[in-house]
């Protein structure tokens, strides 16, 4: 687990909703149990602050870093999305981007990375489809400088129909398959959380689950029933992880409370 990664989870899963803000002491305490070093804590903060994700500030307890809007507005829609808070629906309609690629594959790469996240997939090179309008999606191309068009468009005739043009973007056979090792990969280690865990055992078990959710935020771009296949493996693992998510969630927040606390967060 990447120590930037592991900050935008306990950013957007814990500390968003106390403020999105938290000393540095406290970063680091946080970010223990998953193994991750205190420098290597502090390096992915300078990293995040360069980009533009936080904002140092003086804390009574010490240096801290709020969430700026943009990355609060990120985090508001990625939790959006992995708790499934809005209703997936579908007007038979798709938001279709024709834009021209960058030229270093570096950012082209980031470009892709960019648009999966916020549920785009790609018919080639140059054009992207989404069943809905992504989040932000101008301000993401305007900001990188791509020149881009972008259509509201609906099959009208001439090939497989709406099923065809979705599984021309996305694998839906690879993407069902890594929900299925998902709920395999995590099942045994949850199973070893119980009652009489740690409330800190509890926290790390819940962080890495959700950390692995997170991932298929990139992936999964939450297509509505009508375009799904049968028996979608997607379903029952979205079940499997609500589950565990909640029951290990009281525990995990005793904890978080305990590392922002004046004395928790001492390094």
């Not at 403020?19 to 998953?34: D, E, F, I, N, Y």
């Not at 903060?45 to 994700?53: A, E, F, H, K, P």
């Not at 999966?116 to 101008?138: I, K, N």
Request: aromatic residues 10%.
């Amino acid at each position: 687990m990447q120590a930037r990664s592991a900050l935008f989870d306990l950013y957007g899963d814990y500390l968003r909703p106390r403020g999105g803000r938290a000393p540095v002491a406290a970063l680091v305490r946080l970010l223990s149990p998953l193994g991750i070093a205190p420098p290597a804590v502090r390096t992915a903060v300078s990293r995040m602050v360069r980009q533009g994700w936080l904002h140092p500030l003086r804390l009574s307890t010490g240096p801290g870093y709020l969430l700026t809007p943009k990355a609060a507005r990120r985090l508001d829609e990625a939790a959006s999305r992995i708790y499934r808070t809005g209703k997936i629906s579908w007007d038979g309609r798709f938001d279709l981007i024709v834009l021209e690629p960058p030229a270093s594959r570096r950012d082209r790469l980031r470009l892709a990375a960019n648009l999966s996240f916020l549920g785009y997939g790609a018919l080639d090179e140059r054009t992207w489809v989404a069943p809905r309008p992504g989040e932000d999606v101008d301000g993401l191309l305007s900001e990188s400088g791509i020149r881009y068009e972008r259509f509201s468009a609906n099959h009208a005739m001439g090939g497989p129909g709406a099923m065809g043009m979705v599984r021309r973007a996305w694998d839906l056979g690879e993407i069902g398959s890594a929900y299925e090792n998902f709920v395999a990969e995590q099942r045994d280690a949850l199973g070893r959380i119980t009652s009489r865990s740690s409330d800190e055992e509890a926290y790390a078990a819940r962080f890495r689950l959700v950390h692995a959710w997170r991932t298929f935020l990139f992936r999964d771009p939450q297509l509505p029933p009508a375009l799904l296949p049968e028996r979608w493996a997607g379903t029952s693992a979205a079940s499997f992880f609500d589950r565990h998510a909640a029951r290990l969630r009281p525990a995990a927040d005793r904890y978080v409370d305990l590392c922002l606390d004046k004395k928790g967060a001492q390094p």
